[in-house]
């Protein structure tokens, strides 16, 4: 545009110049008039020379605005030079600040950031991801307070034969033989309070609700030849055991990484233990059945945790393993309903577990996560010896999660398990809403 400007400013002048030289020829070639007075000569010299003058202060003026464009030429193609190369310095920087990885995150947390986009540096937390276990894999953030309704529903049903007697020869039994369905369901309503005391540590509080049902289907065969069956049903609710714990990330790894996240959570004993509730004899010497179900373990329980959450492109790895210290204790008391049955120390097996699984970001609100859960169950022990006809026990589920982001605050979660063992619950599934202030 510069350019240009200069092409006709140059012109005009040179219009101007032509017109002027024309206009003085004009007046010098112009035939006498005699009617006419004859000009001067003197006079004519003078106006020429003064027309000459203007025209020299016309082209000094040409020049000094040519030099002036040609230095405004100059400063705006540096211009232009600095303005083609200043975003690809911030981009960058930005590169750098930022994780290449991208995470995919559904319970989002309650920052806001869209699922599916890469943790910010300076956060240095771990992604979020629909959560399938107990620990959740997110920490909260420094001075917020998240609040987590939540309801577990599981179902399961179990067939166990047990023979009270001797044999002489094997398949020959002498004594009592009761065989037993139990159909079991039990529905834990929840309130979870997590705060973040840095963005690295949080601790957390669990109240629970409890309800349990049990249906007992029990037909003594040698007792009475009948084939019909009987059909005991007990029940129980109430506060089940509180549960306070803390987590603490352990590094703040480079992006490519993973995040590790070290925890210990208290269980209380809370809720109604089985030592509290009434028994009813089914008969001499079969297994008595419970009036009422407690609602809680009946032991304190100490349990370390470790984690790891390894964020890739763009699938999410998670994992972790826990040691469960079920604390013994001298309970010193006689069960209710239950002649000759005085229970002393008894020391519950303490548990080993292991979990991993993957999630998925689908898009910015909504995440999948699958996962595998295995505990192993130690044997209880009464007054310092394994307790007759326990057995260690092995619990296996296997989980699929799906969490979708309402708002920067609230999400959605539900997870599902299925049980792939004869001691796990057949089916469960859990509810989850945390809402974070």
Request: proline residues 8%.
């Amino acid at each position: 545009m510069m350019t240009k400007n200069r092409t006709w400013l140059r012109a005009g002048l040179v219009m101007m110049l032509g017109v002027q030289v024309v206009h003085a020829q004009t007046v010098r070639q112009a035939p006498p008039d005699a009617a006419a007075p004859q000009p001067d000569l003197g006079q004519l010299r003078q106006q020429v020379a003064a027309q000459a003058l203007k025209l020299a202060e016309q082209q000094r003026r040409i020049d000094e605005s040519n030099r002036h464009l040609d230095a405004l030429e100059k400063k705006l193609e540096a211009l232009q030079k600095q303005l083609a190369t200043a975003p690809a310095k911030p981009a960058q920087a930005a590169s750098r600040a930022q994780p290449a990885t991208r995470v995919s995150q559904a319970d989002a947390p309650p920052t806001g950031r869209p699922v599916g986009q890469a943790p910010v540096q300076e956060d240095s937390r771990p992604p979020a991801i629909a959560p399938l276990f107990e620990q959740p894999g997110v920490l909260s953030p420094r001075g917020r307070l998240t609040l987590e309704p939540s309801l577990q529903y599981s179902y399961s049903s179990s067939d166990r034969v047990s023979i009270v007697g001797y044999t002489i020869i094997p398949a020959l039994v002498i004594g009592l033989i009761d065989v037993r369905t139990v159909h079991r369901t039990t529905a834990v309503a929840g309130l979870t309070a997590r705060y973040g005391l840095t963005n690295r540590l949080e601790i957390e509080g669990r109240v629970p609700y409890v309800y349990r049902n049990d249906d007992t289907v029990s037909r003594p065969i040698d007792l009475a030849p009948s084939s019909a069956a009987i059909v005991f049903n007990a029940d129980g609710s109430g506060l089940g055991d509180i549960e306070l714990a803390g987590r603490y990330q352990l590094n703040v790894p480079k992006p490519g990484n993973p995040y590790f996240i070290g925890g210990l959570r208290l269980k209380t004993r809370t809720g109604e233990d089985p030592f509290e509730v009434g028994y009813l004899s089914a008969g001499p010497s079969l297994p008595s059945l419970q009036t009422s179900l407690p609602t809680g373990s009946g032991f304190y329980s100490l349990q370390p945790s470790l984690s790891m959450i390894y964020p890739t492109d763009p699938a999410v790895f998670f994992g972790g393993i826990n040691y469960q210290w079920n604390i013994k204790r001298d309970v010193n008391k006689s069960l209710e309903g239950v002649e000759s049955s005085f229970v002393g120390e008894v020391d519950p097996g303490d548990a080993v577990g292991i979990n991993f699984g993957m999630g998925l970001g689908l898009n910015e609100r909504s995440s999948f996560s699958i996962g595998y859960e295995h505990t192993w169950i130690g044997k209880t022990k009464t007054d310092g010896d394994i307790t007759v006809g326990t057995t260690s026990l092995q619990t296996a589920s296997l989980l699929l999660g799906y969490a979708y982001r309402l708002n920067k605050n609230t999400s959605l979660s539900l997870s599902i398990g299925a049980g792939l063992t004869d001691d796990s619950p057949d089916t469960q599934f859990t509810l989850r809403m945390p809402y974070t202030f």
